[in-house]
């Protein structure tokens, strides 16, 4: 695609659900990062996958959180049985091939909010 | 992790010239960057510098970095209301995750 796209836009859901998160990169990037923005925090990494493999994934906060990635393409970032302080921005953003200083494309990020 | 600060917020006359500052703490840090963040967008990479440089211009943008500080500054001349928006200060180093601050916001008034 044109740019790097992401689903839902806005999630509102219940303490205790679990969530999807999905992110399409630019075609034929085959790498992708998974940040999450918190409110009056910087970004805070999560996860990187380079192809459908993920080599790091340090960043996650707590053993609700997982990932996958397949196709080389779409990913998506599940959060089960959600807390309040997982209400953040997640952003997802991709690079041509993941080296050192590669430009990363980011997405416009969903905005979970959980009750 | 290492750390990136920034100040929070900054305002500014539309015209006048912007400074944002940023000081990070890792020494190994090899690339910095300048992001921009719109309302409800994602980030945009706006400039960034290698450490082995102390500065970069690019039009109305001028990064200036003093490695011996570990301080990072973007300078937006002639701010215009479109300039309004967070910026956020990352450093990188030989690996793929940028370490970012938390952002300044940036407000150009009339």
């Known amino acids: 695609g044109a740019g790097v796209s992401q689903s839902p836009s806005n999630k509102v859901t219940e303490k205790g659900k679990d969530v999807e998160l999905r992110c399409d990169p630019i075609?034929?990037?085959?790498?992708l990062y998974w940040y999450r923005q918190s409110l009056g925090q910087g970004l805070e990494f999560l996860i990187y996958f380079q192809g459908n493999s993920a080599p790091d994934k340090s960043g996650l906060p707590s053993d609700r959180f997982s990932a996958e990635r397949t196709g080389g393409s779409v990913s998506t970032l599940t959060i089960q049985r959600t807390q309040q302080e997982d209400s953040a921005v997640y952003l997802c953003?991709?690079?041509?091939?993941?080296?050192?200083?590669?430009?990363?494309?980011f997405g416009s990020g969903t905005q979970l909010s959980v009750l | 992790g290492e750390d990136v600060e920034q100040s929070l917020f900054l305002s500014v006359r539309e015209g006048d010239s912007s400074v944002i500052n940023c000081t990070y703490t890792d020494s190994s840090s090899t690339y910095l960057y300048w992001y921009k963040q719109e309302p409800g967008a994602g980030l945009q990479l706006l400039t960034y510098?290698?450490?082995?440089?102390d500065m970069k211009q690019d039009q109305r943008l001028t990064v200036l970095l003093n490695k011996k500080d570990k301080h990072l500054s973007l300078r937006i001349a002639d701010t215009q209301t479109g300039d309004s928006a967070i910026y956020f200060c990352a450093e990188g180093n030989s690996g793929y995750a940028l370490n970012f601050g938390k952002g300044t916001s940036l407000l150009v008034t009339p």
């Open positions: 953003a991709s690079s041509a091939s993941g080296v050192t200083n590669e430009k990363l494309f």
């Open positions: 075609s034929g990037h085959t790498a």
């Open positions: 510098i290698f450490s082995n440089m």
